[in-house]
């Protein structure tokens, strides 16, 4: 049962990988806009992230040098907020609520199907960079569980069966399945 669209992720989600180049040209131009701010990692750290899907470590390298501040600091920021991602996602992304009362309705069950439809575990990105299976803690929605996210649209009393004809109308976007 689908609930609602959330195309909004999308873009950010898709965003090619940055060549060093393009990082250090990318995050100069993005701290040189908040140089007025008292306080400008935040939102560098976010501006940094839409820019490019996720802050690598030549990123945080940057940011350090740049504003003279502990590389550790920057890490400390970058890990301590969940908004904030350190390694790219795939083109899909799926996303299971592993809140309480989603599990209480077997969300594992829906998990362990999604791992063996796209041959990842969770928390994992698959090896072309197409899938991307994650947990969410919980959407809002709890009498409707098992929540599942698609690439941003949400369906609800997901069960294996149906986790597996979501998995597979992506594959079959990319060709992978007939
Ligand atoms: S526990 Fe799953 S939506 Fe709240």
Redesign the pocket.
Known sequence: MLMSGKADAKKEETAKSPSSYEIEESVLSIIDSHSEEKSPLLPILQDVQKAFGFISPQAMLEMSETLDIPLSQVYSAVTFYNEFRTKKRGKHLFRV?I????CIKK?DAVILELEKELGIQCGQTDGKGLFTLETVN?????G????VEVDGRIFSLVEPKKAKALAEEVKKKEGLQK
């Open positions: 609520c809140g309480t009362a989603c969300a919980c959407f809002g929605a709890c409707l569980g098992p929540i």
